[in-house]
């Protein structure tokens, strides 16, 4: 027998809101909250029609009943918890005959009932539908299919049976949202069951979305411009639809959360999950796609983004575009126009050559240091990728991921396929806090040791190339030591006997020590090192071989190279295939060797070729283009197993120069190198340019005499970095010596805040006559900043920033330049307001100068100025 409590269930729901827990209940409609309820006209009435008269349909008066207008959408939750809903619906009296309506009941984005066309002056008809398990109840009237004019419609007497709990009405779409501290992604399910984004920018909660707002959009069935997803079933279907499942959210640690949103295809077993974790503090969103189906044979991915984020119009890009030894030395800032802007590389082994896979976007207007909303996006992706901003005048998608380029990925059933990680990090307060927050981001979770000091390094390879032997090198330890270095670097040319190592011509794939330069291999040497305090690092090139070498010799199946054409070398060289289960073993224990030699804990990881020729002999002729993934996860799975077996080994990832300076390797390693060209000139720009990324401690940045600038300039530069020197210092004169061991020294007394503080860009290298930057220690106790002279200009103050205003800081210059009249504040104390509103001069003026001061509130400095 049906029980009547409408009263006191509709007071109990006012009473203690929504999550109301009554029992086996029976509810009207008219209870619940119909502020939920859409309408195409005029407001939901309880118990009354549209238009406020009582309920009534074909004479037939009701006292209870939803009084709505076409087209009208209502979402109830039921939570599995109602049995059935009732009701008489029809067209009201209060339309005086006219209009047309369908009235539609759904469960769980399934019809469960369709009323057909019901026109004016029509009885009512009943409804009576089973909601047994349904989680979701959704009623829909629809304008008959006449446009909306008198669709007076009546959900009459409509009731919901309850087993327990109460329903509770929803908001008319299912909304998400991905928040951090200043960020915040919504995300809306359509009535079609697909995901939807509202763009970034596009602050108007309400706005109709439409079919080119869809999330994660896939080819083939009714999306027409560039898709995140392109499949190629397994029946030889090319279309894709995905419709929501639902989410989960998992709290990992403080301020960190996953997301799983779950996609399905109706028609097909093909599942895809969108992954966010959101880094609340850093308002960083990691995001990335898992993809797994059980179709009856492997399924061909296309095309699959990591990302697909929407964003309004009027947004500036900022890439990076360069080449070797002009890495990320030319940012190009751009309006993102209607049409397509493709950024990619398509080198299989490395991101980049030309094209780093970081960018810059910058909503309303060109990206500013301290002001404005920024959005930075970086791939994690060592191999070809590909970022695309995809403006069809209504929007922008940013899409980024593998390059759908030549890599169709055959998946086979019941495997996951992950994409690389995209990392978004989004500021409103310019470019300057965004790459904080990045930053801060690294060295949590970007790379290896983060939150530690690095030591001075000193590398052989410009003091004496491919020319030495066990003498030779030990003959720069002592020097060295005397002048404060603290790790030895020794380069390429160590190895290899029947094909010597003596130049990039031989001997890579034999890593064996040569017997004539280190009769007793490594470890005699790395001991000498030791002995003097120093610690010893090698260089390696595991994944690479000369056909001038026994490797190749033995097993000319082991490169990757394409059947039919010559060998195309590049350095004289080719790169191993690293998706033959032998050729991994091989670079593994090779690997293993080079680091197993006692007093090794630190190496220099190269590549320093790309793919030109993309077959593998291994992989079958169908699986020829899984070549470009299966090389990158299996490199991972090395440096990971690297990084796991050799904790306390340092490792430096280098590629001819900057081709791995990525988030998807560097997270194994603890710095990368940025490129070949130490031109200190350059590296100022490179260094700026770098850092919108990645903090400073993950650039290797080596004093070497390339652009043969003076000595104090080129320290200078090297120490706003991961510092290192590549010079013979036996050869050095001795005002450059001092210069440098001055460098040294002066490093070490600041390291801890270049490398754990807070950077600062202060003046753009790329703009005007030299380029400052300081750095802030988190407690504001010390801070540093560099200013470096390009060209002739006007002696003028530098203005640091991120001090405290109310501390004193001692002005001191490191290492001053012998040959220069000291800094006007030199040993003067001021508070940091002051500093930061009248600045310091520095005691740079000419081109290829530079100044180095630290400001310190600690050395208890009185607070006059003498
Ligand atoms: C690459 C690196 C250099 C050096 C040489 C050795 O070019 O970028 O720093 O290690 O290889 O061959």
Redesign the pocket.
């Known amino acids: 027998m049906m029980k009547f409590r409408l009263l006191k269930c509709f007071l109990a729901t006012m009473l203690i809101g929504i999550a109301s827990v009554v029992s086996a209940e029976t509810m009207w409609l008219s209870s619940l909250d119909l502020r939920e309820m859409t309408t195409g006209w005029g407001v939901a009435k309880a118990d009354r029609e549209i238009v406020g008269g009582p309920l009534s349909i074909h004479g037939k008066k009701f006292d209870h009943g939803v009084g709505t207008h076409a087209t009208s959408k209502f979402r109830v939750a039921l939570n599995g918890n109602a049995t059935r809903f009732t009701a008489e619906v029809g067209v009201d009296d209060s339309a005086g005959g006219q209009g047309s309506v369908e009235f539609i009941v759904m469960g769980d984005g399934k019809t469960l009932w369709a009323s057909g066309v019901l026109r004016g002056g029509e009885a009512a008809k009943p409804v009576d539908v089973n909601l047994a398990g349904i989680q979701t109840l959704v009623l829909r009237v629809t304008d008959g299919g006449d446009g909306e004019s008198n669709d007076h419609a009546d959900w009459a007497n409509a009731k919901i049976e309850m087993k327990e709990d109460a329903p509770v009405a929803l908001p008319p779409y299912e909304v998400f949202k991905l928040k951090t501290r200043s960020f915040v992604v919504t995300f809306q399910v359509g009535d079609d069951g697909r995901l939807y984004q509202l763009p970034i920018g596009a602050n108007d909660p309400t706005a109709k979305l439409s079919r080119d707002d869809e999330f994660y959009p896939q080819a083939g069935d009714g999306y027409v411009w560039e898709p995140a997803l392109q499949v190629i079933h397994a029946d030889g279907n090319t279309s894709t639809a995905l419709l929501y499942d639902g989410l989960t959210r998992t709290k990992e640690s403080a301020g960190m959360e996953l997301t799983r949103v779950r996609l399905h295809d109706p028609a097909y077993p093909f599942e895809v999950t969108l992954c966010f974790r959101t880094h609340d503090a850093e308002d960083v969103i990691e995001e990335w796609t898992e993809i797994r189906h059980q179709e009856s044979g492997p399924v061909t991915l296309k095309r699959m983004a990591s990302t697909s984020l929407l964003l309004t119009t009027n947004v500036y890009l900022t890439h990076f575009f360069g080449d070797w030894a002009k890495e990320m030395i030319n940012p190009i800032t751009e309006p993102i126009t209607p049409g397509t802007k493709v950024l990619d590389s398509k080198l299989g082994v490395r991101a980049d050559q030309f094209q780093n896979p970081s960018f810059i976007l910058s909503l309303n207007g060109k990206a500013a240091e301290t002001n404005g909303e920024v959005l930075a996006g970086s791939l994690a992706w060592s191999g070809s990728f590909q970022c695309e901003f995809d403006d069809n005048g209504q929007g922008i998608r940013a899409l980024c991921g593998v390059n759908p380029f030549a890599s169709a990925y055959h998946l086979k059933p019941k495997q996951t396929f992950v994409t690389p990680m995209m990392i978004w990090t989004w500021s409103t307060q310019g470019l300057g806090d965004m790459s904080r927050k990045l930053h801060d981001w690294a060295r949590d979770f970007g790379m290896r040791d983060g939150h530690q000091t690095r030591t001075v390094l000193l590398n052989n390879?410009e003091a004496t190339g491919f020319e030495f032997d066990f003498n030779r090198i030990v003959s720069l330890f002592d020097p060295a030591k005397e002048m404060g270095v603290e790790l030895f670097l020794l380069?390429?040319g160590w190895f290899g006997n029947k094909y010597p190592r003596v130049s990039?011509n031989a001997g890579l794939g034999d890593w064996q020590p040569n017997r004539q330069r280190f009769p007793n291999g490594l470890a005699p040497l790395a001991a000498e090192a030791v002995k003097r305090g120093l610690r010893f690092g090698i260089?390696m090139e595991p994944e690479m071989v000369n056909p001038n070498s026994e490797l190749f010799h033995e097993h000319p199946d082991w490169v990757i190279r394409q059947p039919k054409r010559e060998l195309e070398l590049q350095r004289n060289q080719l790169v191993l295939d690293l998706t033959r289960p032998a050729v991994q073993d091989f670079e593994w224990k090779t690997i293993q060797s080079i680091l197993s030699v006692p007093g090794i804990t630190y190496a220099?990881w190269?590549c320093?070729r790309y793919l030109t020729q993309p077959g593998s002999p291994y992989l079958a002729p169908d699986r020829q283009s899984d070549l470009w993934i299966d090389y990158v996860q299996a490199l991972y799975a090395l440096m990971d197993k690297t990084a796991k077996t050799f904790p306390n080994t340092e490792l430096m990832l280098?590629s001819?120069?900057g081709g791995r300076a990525d988030y998807g390797a560097l997270k194994y390693f603890q710095e990368f190198?940025p490129s070949?060209n130490t031109d200190p000139t350059i590296r100022v720009l490179m260094q700026w340019d770098y850092s919108y990324f990645f903090p400073v401690m993950a650039m290797a940045s080596h004093v070497t005499h390339w652009g043969n600038r003076p000595m104090h300039f080129a320290c200078s530069v090297a120490m706003s970095a991961r510092f290192g020197m590549d010079l013979d210092l036996t050869k050095l004169p001795p005002r450059d010596k001092a210069i440098c061991a001055g460098a040294i020294n002066a490093y070490k007394r600041i390291r801890d805040v270049t490398t754990l503080g807070d950077l600062y860009r202060l003046e753009d290298p790329h703009e005007g006559f030299r380029g400052a930057l300081d750095f802030v220690l988190p407690d504001r106790s010390r801070a540093v900043t560099f200013v470096f002279q390009l060209k002739e200009g006007q002696n003028m103050p530098v203005f640091p920033r991120g001090l405290d205003p109310g501390r004193r800081y001692t002005i001191h210059e490191l290492n001053p330049d012998p040959g220069r009249a000291a800094m006007p504040e030199e040993g003067k104390t001021f508070t940091g307001e002051e500093l930061m509103r009248t600045g310091i001069m520095p005691s740079c003026s000419q081109a290829v100068e530079a100044c180095v001061v630290e400001l310190d509130s600690t050395s208890g400095a009185s607070s006059e100025n003498k």
């Open positions: 390879w380069d390429d990039d260089w220099k190269d320093n280098c001819g120069g190198w070949d």
